[in-house]
């Protein structure tokens, strides 16, 4: 078992395989054989333990499309090969004016090789620069809190329009606050 050590002593002079510098930092270990960065401060008599991975955190992204690229299903977050999406959070904002025409605007997923609409926003809460939330008045979650749960590993999440005529508003940001869990 290969293993590469990164250690910077109190003078941040790194060495090993520290790039870029880590400051302050010491007992860090690079296991190959598990691809994970491991820890044991100074000191510590405890086993080496895995530094959790940056995809465990929670994520967030805007994305402003406009009502042409929702009409044709536009996507706001695309497939992380060997993840899947958890979201924890989505707000929309109507951009420009009110959105008119549609019924509704949908944040879309797949669940079980299925696509499904993780959020149905009727347009009546689409008013211009109006935060729309998971429990804003007009919104109707995936039943049972499925709206947050994993989806199927390799897959998106995507913005449409039910009847694919979003009018009035010029954009729709999506705010997309998401887990990334190994698949």
Sequence with gaps: MAQHYIEAPADNTARGLSTPVLPNAAGFIYNQTTDQLQLNPPG?????????????????????????????E???????????????????????????????????????ASAVSLAIVLIAALTRSTAVKPNSANVTNLADGAAFVANDANTGITIDVDNDNLATATHIDVILSYVLEAA
């Design 74 to 112: 536009a996507t706001i977050l695309a497939a992380i090969t060997g993840y899947k999406i958890r979201v924890v959070d989505w707000t929309m904002i109507a951009i420009g004016g009110n959105a008119a025409t549609a019924t509704s605007v949908r944040l879309r997923a797949t669940q079980s």
């Design 44 to 72: 510590s008599t405890d086993a080496w333990r895995a530094i959790p991975d940056a995809f465990a955190s929670v994520q967030t992204i805007r994305t402003r499309v406009t009502t042409a690229e929702a009409n044709a």
